[in-house]
């Protein structure tokens, strides 16, 4: 599954989910490399 985390106040990541952290942070998988940061909620509605 695809999702995007924030790193820092700036800079957005957006790769597949690899693992959620036990304080709340998720790490994502872009090619060979690994992003840990806090996932953007979705605010899409149905």
Same mark, same amino acid.
């Given at each position: 599954? #695809?999702? =995007? $985390? @924030? $790193?820092? %106040?700036? *800079? %957005? *990541?957006?790769? #597949?989910?690899? &693992? %959620?952290?036990? /304080?709340?942070?998720?790490? *994502?998988? #872009?090619? *060979?490399?690994?992003? =840990?940061? &806090?996932?953007?909620?979705? =605010? =899409? @509605? /149905?």
């Amino acid at each position: 599954m #695809v999702k =995007t $985390i @924030t $790193i820092g %106040s700036y *800079v %957005s *990541v957006q790769g #597949v989910l690899l &693992r %959620s952290l036990a /304080d709340g942070r998720a790490v *994502v998988q #872009v090619g *060979v490399n690994e992003y =840990t940061g &806090r996932l953007v909620q979705d =605010t =899409t @509605t /149905d």
